[in-house]
T-cell receptor, first 113, second 112 residues
């Protein structure tokens, strides 16, 4: 049983560009959350998707947007990239009704030059 | 607001030594508390959790007790191994909202 998978694992962008990160949740999970982990910091909650809708959002600007597809996979989009967006982006999934453990992927490391 | 504070700096210790990592929290209501571990090149993994005051979470020889009176959830292990080298994150989840607030993490290095 595959866990949470994310792609790409690493990518480099320049300021002002746009990026899309992808996440496939663990089998049986219907809820996907995204976190940003800057170097030397703990993960910060960006937003959560359930039933293809954004259910909760952390303190991130509108440049950060997302989407959830009918198969529960999700995308994180970041527009107008800033140097400060350089971070490890983590996807986590869970079964919302089961209220079970949150499973994390290995992350996508974004470097903005 | 909801926040977690972990002790500053990396922790370096010898194999079989006793490990303590301090974690204190600020939260409204009754959050659930967690310790996550991040091994090199891997994603975050849940190590243990506690959902109410005085609960003790335990796993792989690690323990932490939910202390409401001191708003703490310190992680302990009696005898560490080299394989315990990792980054450890304390986190809280305000009741029922399924979003975690993490501390900054502590790098633990165990020397043979």
């Amino acid at each position: 049983d595959a866990g949470v998978t994310q792609s790409p694992t690493h990518l480099i962008k320049t300021r002002g560009q746009q990026v899309t990160l992808r996440c496939s949740p663990k089998s049986g999970h219907d809820t996907v959350s995204w976190y940003q982990q800057a170097l030397g910091q703990g993960p910060q909650f960006i937003f959560q998707y359930y039933e293809e809708e954004e259910r909760q959002r952390g303190n991130f600007p509108d440049r950060f947007s997302g989407h959830q597809f009918p198969n529960y996979s999700s995308e994180l989009n970041v527009n107008a990239l800033l140097l400060g967006d350089s971070a490890l982006y983590l996807c986590a999934s869970m079964d919302l009704l089961d209220q079970g453990e949150l499973f994390f992927g290995e992350g996508s490391r974004l470097t903005v030059l | 607001g909801n926040s977690v504070t972990q002790m500053e700096g990396p922790v370096t210790l010898s194999e079989e030594a006793f490990l303590t990592i301090n974690c204190t929290y600020t939260a409204t209501g009754y959050p659930s508390l967690f310790w996550y571990v991040q091994y090199p090149g891997e994603g975050l993994q849940l190590l243990l959790k506690a959902t109410k005051a005085d609960d003790k979470g335990s796993n792989k020889g690690f323990e932490a007790t939910y202390r409401k009176e001191t708003t703490s959830f310190h992680l302990e292990k009696g005898s560490v191994q080299v394989s315990d080298s990792a980054v450890y994150f304390c986190a809280l989840e305000p009741y029922g909202n399924n979003r975690l607030a993490f501390g900054k993490g502590n790098q633990v290095v165990v020397i043979p």
